[in-house]
């Protein structure tokens, strides 16, 4: 379709209709794939593999007697020959779910990248989607005696989301310039022509909508547990999310769609989006775009080595994510095999958890930092000692009989302490980081941030996991996560933003001049011709 005969004016009109369009679809995907991180992987996917592992285990004491009871102290056969503790089981299936997760969403992510196309990454986002809810619903259906299946399946559906998550954000900052500029062309002058406001606003509605979403997901998995009589209930609980899941992306396939402009031959910045859209669809699908992604991410990470306070927060960073992580389903299993907490228990458990992490990260950064007159990185340190009362406390119950996580109240105080520290620390991390890093490339550092992020969780499981096997008592790996908290503070303490964006600026400029000495369009030429 042409539009030289349809005015600027009328172009503009229809792409601010697409644009918004496209805006309601990113909306969606996080309404409908929140629940499986939230729900299924928080609470019901640690307590399933624990299960399957106590259905196939035996008794620590002697491999010959079959686990009956859930407080006995229980180890699974691996591969015929290896004995895990049944806590373990569970751990590390968490860990090498990350690993496989990360692998996928760096060569996939650095794939799409590679497309210019809206249309096409939201294509991506349903497939991934469809995959990824199927597989859910597929473990809902298992029996268990198939305590392979069910890892196989998670680690499917857990590299399934985590494609779509890194893609969906990668949309955002598309999605609100689009908005901005439509919206300037047709005369708004509102919030929707101001970028950074914009994107505060469609960030802030879609993390409403996909803790929304969660609440509302666990609060209806809690009624259909408690109607539920059979050992079945936590898989009931599993196929809702994965039904919500299924149910909500169907918007999306035909939400999503590509902006129209007019054909300007004359204009260098046209012949600079053919030539890039030209090369991306020719390479699009060969060896060498596989390790696209793996390039864009080394050279994050060589820019990063010139930003002193860049490499001291994803080093704070890493620790504190995967101690804060693991922190969630060591509880997760401690409760159940510690405590002989029930599904409903730990719904519940869930539930005051999201509650309060919602609260946490708008009062936090909203009214406490303000109030006490703290700068970010100071309010994440604080927010770091709060945080390590979790694992502190924990470790009180190998001193005391009535305090320390001894009996099941205790975890619903816990619940809310975690929360709030889990909010906090979501919202004003981001803040720190968006601080010290340089403007315009917000994208590629926020990869490394995500990497930082997800690439954390492979070491706590496996460790806690490794600890739980030669102790056989879960209380231990409480040491181990104080001792990590701890560990990030001198880190996070030697910070100086102030330092940071001063040297971000810098870079921002030798980045600039670089860029300006080289004429985009016959560079986009030259590889029209070699290649």
């Given amino acids: 379709m042409t539009y030289n005969s349809i005015s600027n004016m009328d172009i503009s009109n229809i792409n601010l209709r697409i644009t918004k369009d496209n805006i309601k679809g990113w909306y969606f995907y996080s309404f409908s794939s929140e629940p499986f991180v939230v729900s299924a992987v928080s609470t019901y996917i640690p307590l ?45 299936t968490f860990s090498v779910s990350v690993f496989f997760q990360t692998i996928v969403v760096v060569t996939v ?112 998995s809690m009624f259909l547990v408690h109607r539920s009589k059979t050992k079945q209930d936590i898989q009931v609980a599993v196929f809702f999310v994965g039904l919500w899941w299924m149910f909500w992306l169907v918007p999306m396939c035909w939400l999503f ?23 991306s669809n020719k390479h699009i699908w060969s060896l060498k775009s596989l390790g696209y992604g793996w390039k864009s991410l080394w050279n994050a990470f060589k820019h990063a080595k010139l930003l002193k306070d860049v490499i001291i927060f994803l080093v704070g960073w890493f620790i504190i994510s995967d101690s804060v992580t693991t922190i969630n389903s060591t509880a997760i299993l401690f409760a159940k095999t510690e405590l002989d907490m ?11 958890t999201m509650v309060d992490a919602m609260i946490g990260a708008f009062v936090i950064p909203q009214f406490l930092a303000k109030k006490l007159n703290l700068l970010p990185d100071q309010i994440l340190v604080y927010i770091i000692i709060w945080t390590s009362f979790i694992p ?24 809310v302490w975690y929360g709030l520290s889990l909010g906090g620390l979501s919202a004003v991390s981001r803040s720190v ?22 690439g954390s969780s492979i070491v706590g499981p496996l460790l806690i996991g490794f600890i739980t096997d030669r102790t056989h008592e879960i209380r231990y790996s409480f040491y181990f996560l104080f001792a990590l908290l701890m560990l990030s503070l001198p880190v996070m303490k030697s910070l100086d933003v102030a330092r940071g964006k001063r040297e971000a600026e810098e870079l921002t400029d030798v980045i600039s001049s670089r860029e ?6 016959t560079l986009s030429d030259h590889h029209e011709q070699t290649d």
Avoid at 268 to 279: D, E
Avoid at 404 to 415: D, F, N, R, T, V
Wanted: one cysteine or more; hydrophobic letters at 45%; proline letters at 2%.
């Fill in 48 to 92: 399933l593999l624990e299960r399957f592992a106590r259905s196939n285990g035996v008794r620590l004491e002697n491999h010959l007697l079959p686990c009956t009871s859930e407080l006995d102290k229980c180890v699974v056969p691996v591969f015929g020959k290896y004995y895990i503790d049944t806590s373990s089981f569970a751990l590390y």
């Fill in 392 to 415: 502190f406390y924990g470790i009180l119950g190998f001193f005391f009989d009535s305090i320390g996580l001894k009996h099941k109240s205790e975890m619903y105080m816990l619940a």
């Fill in 433 to 454: 980081f968006s601080l010290i890093i340089p403007k315009g490339k917000e994208s590629t550092f926020f990869s490394m941030f995500s990497m930082t992020d997800k």
């Fill in 109 to 220: 992510s650095g794939i799409v990248d590679m497309w210019n196309s809206i249309k096409l990454k939201g294509i991506v986002l349903v497939i991934f989607s469809i995959i990824g809810a199927f597989s859910t619903i597929l473990i809902s259906e298992l029996n268990e005696t198939q305590i392979y299946t069910l890892p196989i399946l998670y680690i499917l559906a857990n590299s399934c989301f985590g494609v779509i998550n890194v893609v969906g954000n990668s949309l955002l900052p598309t999605f609100v310039n689009d908005l901005c500029k439509y919206s300037r062309n047709v005369g708004v002058d509102s919030a929707e022509s101001n970028v950074e406001k914009l994107s505060s606003i469609i960030s802030g509605r879609g993390a409403s909508l996909g803790y929304s979403s969660a609440l509302l997901t666990q609060i209806v």
């Fill in 516 to 521: 300006a000495s080289v004429d985009p369009v």
């Fill in 257 to 279: 769609n590509d902006t129209q402009e007019v054909e300007d031959v004359s204009s260098n910045t046209s012949r600079l989006s053919r030539s890039r859209v030209y090369y």
């Fill in 342 to 352: 029930v599904t409903l228990n730990l719904i519940a458990i869930s539930i005051i």
